[in-house]
Structures are given as structure tokens and as C-alpha cells.
């Protein structure tokens, strides 16, 4: 989370600071146990901009310097089903979710080409 420095069109280069979020992601099993390999996550705001991230070892990830936005959040994993959530990132706060996946054939080629 933090400010960035925007020009705002029409001022003559007059600068704006805008606020930003964090968003830190847990994903893991239904047991807690973070998902077997990587799993990538998609965050896509309304107007249609994404961001995309694989997670670590042990399921976290944080998307920092994200506009203050309602997201849809995806997660792809091999050997799982793909789960979808919302999410609403509020200006220069950190906002936490955890995914739960569930076990089963998962989309295995999607997950192999978005983790490459």
C-alpha cells in the first residue's frame, strides 16, 4: 500500500497523489494446508485491467500498488478447480483473503502456461 504520484490530464503536468492498496492472498486446501505447487492468481478490476502473480510455496501472495477498486479474483492451480471471488481494496489499506481450492481435475493446461 502506499501513494503514487499521478499527472492529472489537462493541468499542465500538475501532479496528484493517489492512494493505493495491498492485497495479500492466501490459498490454500480445505484441511488449511497451503495447494500443492504453484498456483496463479488473476486479479481483474471493472474496467477490465488485470494483474497476475504465481503464489509461493506456501500459498501467499501480495499484490501491492493496486488502485483502490472492487476486484475478481481467480485462481488456477493444477489438480484443483478454479475458484472466483470478490474482493474490494480500499485506498492505503492492506486487505486480506484467503481462497480455499478444492481438489479435482483442475485445468491443468491453463495453470501450466499462466505459471510459465
Do not use: C, H
Request: hydrophobic share 45%; glycine share 12%; aromatic share 6%.
Amino acid at each position: 500500500m502506499g501513494w503514487v504520484a499521478a499527472g492529472l490530464p489537462g493541468t499542465g503536468g500538475l501532479n496528484a497523489v493517489v492512494a493505493t492498496s495491498q492485497l495479500e492472498i492466501q490459498v490454500q486446501e480445505q484441511t488449511g494446508a497451503p495447494v500443492q505447487g504453484v498456483a496463479v492468481v488473476t486479479l481483474t478490476n471493472l474496467a477490465g485491467q488485470f494483474y497476475r502473480q504465481g503464489t509461493t510455496k506456501a500459498g501467499y501472495i501480495t499484490f501491492n500498488n493496486v488502485a483502490p477498486t472492487e476486484y475478481t479474483v481467480q485462481v488456477v492451480a493444477p489438480a484443483y478447480e478454479r475458484a472466483v471471488k470478490q474482493v474490494e481494496a480500499s485506498g492505503n489499506q492492506s486487505t486480506r483473503l484467503i481462497v480455499v481450492l478444492q481438489r479435482g481435475s483442475g485445468d491443468v493446461a491453463l495453470a501450466g502456461q499462466l505459471a510459465a
